[in-house]
């Protein structure tokens, strides 16, 4: 189960890393485990603040439509 995870983040990775460096670069690797690393923090911090942001609009809304 890790493995497939693993596998998902590196290859999500890679579609992203190949915008800015070449495959065949020696530092493909490095960078690839980098942008998965930063893909993986993103992805914790949404779901960190998620609940706070969807009840501030919903306050939000139900303020603009009363």
Do not use: E
């Amino acid at each position: 189960m890790m493995g497939w995870f693993v596998r998902l983040s590196l290859a999500l990775a890679s579609f992203v890393t190949a915008v800015f460096v070449a495959r065949d670069a020696p530092n493909f690797g490095v960078v690839n485990v980098f942008v998965a690393i930063t893909l993986l923090v993103l992805g914790l911090a949404v779901l960190a603040v998620w609940s706070p942001v969807v009840l501030w609009a919903k306050g939000a809304w139900r303020n603009l439509t009363s």
